[in-house]
């Protein structure tokens, strides 16, 4: 019998998870508040449910992917909730990027259902889950999770357990923090190339085959060269969601981290400029409007 799977939260990244994991033989069942988001998975080969408790009772493992604090509260104890199923045993797998204190908070009351909460996070975009390319860390109950690391591997080309719960999340807040960077950086050396003349694909070229190149710079060089910020369904959430996460984290530790506040101002500035709902290559567009550069 096929182990059943349910995804809690159908946006850019949930419903990669369920495209794959339906393409690696799982049974699928998701919900998601909006109606498109349930017709896509549907489409797609998974399974509509009706609420996140509607959820947890189909499935022998729940995903979940959340855009915010306030969600991921809501789908853990609220009505309708994966913890109102009142299923004993359910492992609940959370691939969200918030404060490590609300996912300890999650964490109690799962487990105060008999139900355990995993800390899992990912690094990558949408279309690196497709490609199955994209990386995952998980924390926690080990034991818990190692009949469910089948279910991680539908999605990714690797994952490693980190150890105690929260682990996940640092390493995650370590990754996020060089991927602000690094975007923001690829992006103003891509501009600073277009100011002095040079052809965007060129630079592109060039820097791939030079000490500079990196993952970022092929996964969004690709994105400033087209000036196509939409196909890979990324958002600026860096700036509304993430980043104060991170800095937060370095804050509560007395560390400094400069770097990471600069770059970070500029994905609040492209998120000013209207670019949210595009991805964070976005920015190239950013430092050419600052730049006076016309394409």
């Known amino acids: 019998m096929s182990k ?14 369920a495209i794959m994991l339906v393409k690696a033989g799982f049974e699928v069942v998701g919900f998601d508040v909006r ?3 349930l017709d896509e998975l549907e489409s797609n080969g998974g399974k509509r449910a009706g609420s996140p408790r509607d959820v947890a009772e189909q499935s022998d493992v729940v995903l979940l992917s959340l855009p915010s604090i306030e969600v991921f509260q ?6 309708g909730s994966v913890t109102s199923s009142g299923k004993a045993g359910l492992v609940v797998i959370d691939t969200c990027t918030m404060p490590i204190a609300v996912k300890e908070d999650g964490a109690r009351i799962v487990a105060d259902s008999s139900m355990t909460l995993i800390d899992g996070t990912v690094s990558g975009n949408r279309d690196m889950i497709l490609a199955k390319t994209l990386t995952a ?5 080990e034991a818990a999770f190692a009949p469910h690391a089948d279910v991680i ?44 003349g040079l052809a965007a694909d060129d630079v592109f070229d060039l820097v791939k085959d030079s000490a500079a190149n990196s993952v970022l710079w092929e996964i969004r060089g690709p994105m400033m060269v087209s ?10 959430g860096m700036a509304s969601k993430d980043g104060p996460v991170i800095g937060e984290f370095a804050q509560d530790m007395h560390f400094p981290a400069p770097i990471f506040q600069t770059a970070l101002q500029m994905h609040h500035a492209a998120v000013g400029m209207g670019m949210y709902d595009i991805d964070t290559a976005a920015l190239c567009r950013l430092y050419e409007t600052i730049g006076g550069i016309e394409r």
């Open 35 to 37: 109606a498109a988001a």
């Open 74 to 79: 809501d789908v853990i104890s609220g009505q």
């Open 4 to 17: 059943i799977v349910g995804v809690v939260g159908l946006g850019a990244m949930g419903s990669a998870f």
């Open 153 to 196: 591997s539908a999605f990714t080309r690797k994952h490693s357990f980190v150890g105690p719960f929260g682990n996940a999340s640092k390493i995650k807040f370590v990754i996020n923090h060089l991927v602000c960077v690094m975007t923001a950086a690829n992006a103003e050396a891509m501009a600073m190339g277009l100011k002095a």
């Open 137 to 141: 860390y998980m924390s926690g109950d």
């Open 227 to 236: 000036e196509d910020y939409t196909s890979s369904r990324g958002n600026f």
